[in-house]
C-alpha cells in the first residue's frame, strides 16, 4: 500500500490564482479503461437512520459523502493538505480583484448521456446557497453574486460580493456535488461520477452499479454496495468474518486487535481527525470565561491521546488543523496547570459544579475519554457527567443541546474550518463565539492578494481564537480504515480528500 502523504508539507494552497488540471483523477490513477470487473466490493460504514437522503448537498455524514462522491462528481477536490485539484474543472483562476473566478470544465457526461455544462454548475451552486435547501456548504457560496455570474458552454465566471482569494476551497467542500440543473428528486439520482444509482434505502443498504462512461475511465469493479453498521465492534467482526471487505472509521482499540493479522490491511492517516471539547459560551456555566479557562488548563492532554486513543494519535493545543497549511507553527504547547484551574474553579464560586458532558458511540475513543476528563477536572474541582446520546443522532442534537460536548472534525482546509465554526454568524458555531476582532481579521485575510500576507492574518485570527473560542482540542485521533486482505487500490488518506473512499480505484483479489 502507498504510504500517506507527509501532512507537514505544504504545497500551493486553495489560494493559488491559477491552475489548470494536469491529471484528472485523484493521486494520478485512472479508472480501468475497458469497464469494470465482475465483482461487488461492500463497505460497512455508520448510518444515519431514516432521515438519509442522496441528496448530495445534505451529506453530514462520512456514509453521505462516500456515497456522494461515488455517483456524483464536484468541480474541484482536496489533497492529502487540503489544497485543491481538479475533477470536472480543466481550470480555475481568479482575476487580480478576488472578485471574478472563471472555472473551464473538461468534457464529461451525466449518467443519461447530457453534457456537464456551466449552467448546471451555476444552478448547484445556486441550490446549495439556497437557505431554503439547508445545504451543509451554504455559507461557502454565500458571497457569490449569482445574478452577475455568467455560465456559457464549459465556461463559468463567478463574481462575487468580496473579494475571496481563498474560493477556490469551496469548489472542492464535501456537498458540493454536481447534479443536472432542475433536479428535484433524489429517489434515483441522476449524476457525472463513477457509479450509478442501483437501489437505496434510507438507513439501509444502497448499491451502485458502475458507470464506464465516466471520464477517468471507470471503476476496476462491477458493484458496490454500502452496508450499515453503526456500531464501531460490529464493522470489525464483519470484516473479521468476511461479510465486508472494507470497515470504516475504526478505533485505536480495535486497530490494536487487527495488527498483524494476515486476512486485514489496516490504512492508518496521522492527523486527520481533530478531537475537542466545545463549551457553549452563551449558556451557564461557561458564560464565566474563567471557568471556560479552568477547563482549559485542567485537561491533561498526553493522558488522553494515550489512554483513549490508544497512542494512535497526536496531542492537540486547541487548534483545528495541525499540519495543514495554514496552521500557526510557532505555538507553545497547552500545559496542565492544576492549581491555576481550581483556584479560578474557586474564583468563580463554583467548587463542586456538575456540568453535564455529552457523549456518545459517535466516536469509539469518547467513552475512555469522558471518564478520564471526569477524574482530571475532579482534581480541580468540577463533577463532570457524561451523558451519552444515540450515535445516530448526535451530531444534530448537540447543536441545540447541553452545554458541554465532545465533538470531531475531520481534515478541511484552515480557512474553512474557521469560516464555517468561528465566525459569528456560522451555521456550525457551537460555543457561541463571538469577537469582532477575529471576524474583521478573517474578512481581511479572505480578501488579500498575497499569500504569505494572507497566512499571517490567519494566523492571528486563530491566536486570538486559541484562548476565547471554547473549542478546547485535546488531540488529533489517526484515521483508521481496515481492509479485507485481498482489497488493493486503496491508500492511506485523511477524511475529505480525494483518496479517501475512493472505491472506483479499487480491484478484489
Known sequence: MQGAVPRRRILAGAGALTATAALG??????????GAGGSRLRAAFSAGGSQETLDPHKTPLFVDQARAKALYDSVLTYKDDMSVQARLAESWDSDRSGTRWTVRLRGAEFHDGSPVTAADV?????????????AQSAQLFSAVDFAASRAKGRELTLVLKEPDFEFASALAAPGTEIVPRGTKNFAQPVGSGPFRYGSFAPGGSAVFRAWDGHWSGGPHIEELEFVPVSEERARVNALLSGQVHYAHDLSAASAGRLDGKDSVTLLQTKLSTM???????????FSDARLVEAFTLGLDREALVKVALSGRGTVGNDLFGRGLRGYPQDLPPRERDVDRARALVKAAGAEGLRVRLETGPADASWQNASSLIAGQLKEIGLVVEPNVRAATTYFGQIKTKGVAAHSRTATLPVPTHLRTRLLTDAPNNLTGYHSARFDRLIAQAAGTRDEKVRLELLARAQRLARDASGQLVWGFSDWIVGLAAEVRGLREAPPNSCDWARFDTVRIG
Open 25 to 34: 483523477a485523484c493521486g494520478g490513477s485512472g479508472g480501468a479503461p475497458g
Open 122 to 134: 451555476l444552478w448547484n451552486y445556486r441550490r446549495i446557497a439556497d437557505p431554503a435547501v439547508g
Open 275 to 285: 478531537q475537542a471539547l466545545l463549551l457553549r459560551l452563551s449558556r451557564e456555566p
